[in-house]
């Protein structure tokens, strides 16, 4: 088993920056990759970042995806923040190759709210 924790979520103005981490721990061997997702009321979960240097297309150039092995935690930094950008930001974890769907996913994090106002 795997568990994963999100923290760093927050209410932001547009043009700010934000880094969210996840902190994983359990039987992480197992893992080969691991990403954020994310949801906005009323849409689907989507695809943000994954750390084989994937991006969606929304973020692609403000969002950077980092993961320090040593520490066991995953970050998120995420600049230039817009309101479409507001959303509850997952971590997940996969014994995939690639995580660019909610298919691949074997593990997910709580989530953390980020809400950036205009």
């Known amino acids: 088993q795997v568990q994963l924790v999100e923290s760093g979520g927050g209410l932001v103005q547009a043009g700010d920056s934000l880094r969210l981490s996840c902190a994983y721990s359990?039987?992480?061997?197992?893992?080969?990759?691991m990403g954020w997702f994310r949801q906005a009321p009323g849409k689907d979960r989507e695809f943000v970042a994954s750390?084989?240097?994937y991006y969606g297309n929304s973020v692609k150039g403000r969002f950077t995806i980092s993961r320090d092995n040593a520490k066991k935690i995953v970050y998120l930094q995420m600049n230039n923040l817009k309101p479409e950008d507001t959303a509850v930001y997952y971590c997940?974890?996969?014994?995939?190759?690639?995580?660019?769907?909610?298919?691949?996913?074997?593990?997910w994090g709580q989530g953390t709210q980020v809400t950036v106002s205009s």
């Open positions: 997940a974890a996969s014994s995939a190759s690639y995580i660019l769907t909610v298919h691949a996913v074997d593990y």
């Open positions: 750390q084989n240097a």
């Open positions: 359990g039987r992480t061997s197992s893992l080969y990759v």
